[in-house]
Nanobody, 115 residues
Framework: QVQLVESGGGLVQPGGSLRLSCAASGSRLSIYIMAWYRQAPGKQRDLVATMTGAGSTNYADSVKGRFAVSRDNAKNTMYLQMNSLKPEDTAVYYC?????????WGQGTQVTVSS
């Protein structure tokens, strides 16, 4: 069973960049479909991006061309590179792993985009 820990969040100005990390333990993340979600206070948790075990990625329309998911199998870590950040990107970002219909979540990391 996999455990997930996000890190790398913080305060950044509009137009800036940030890279989030999702460190996995207990299982190889390569056997899961991985995803990044985000949630602002009082709002639903939205899917940001996905990555399959084979490395195929998909992105929400709101982040296409700005965000990129990658994975380092040796470190058992997934990353979310966020560029050209906008205030509407402000949210808690969560790492997610799914296998056979079961989902696992990290604790989340806060990203705040403000001038």
């Amino acid at each position: 069973q996999v455990q997930l820990v996000e890190s790398g969040g913080g305060l950044v100005q509009p137009g800036g960049s940030l890279r989030l990390s999702c460190a996995a333990s207990g299982s190889r993340l390569s056997i899961y479909i991985m995803a990044w979600y985000r949630q602002a206070p009082g709002k639903q948790r939205d899917l940001v991006a996905t990555m399959t075990g084979a490395g195929s990625t998909n992105y929400a329309d709101s982040v296409k061309g700005r965000f990129a998911v990658s994975r380092d199998n040796a470190k058992n870590t997934m990353y979310l590179q966020m560029n050209s950040l906008k205030p509407e990107d402000t949210a808690v970002y969560y790492c997610n792993a799914i296998l056979l219909g079961r989902q696992f979540w990290g604790q989340g990391t806060q990203v705040t985009v403000s001038s």
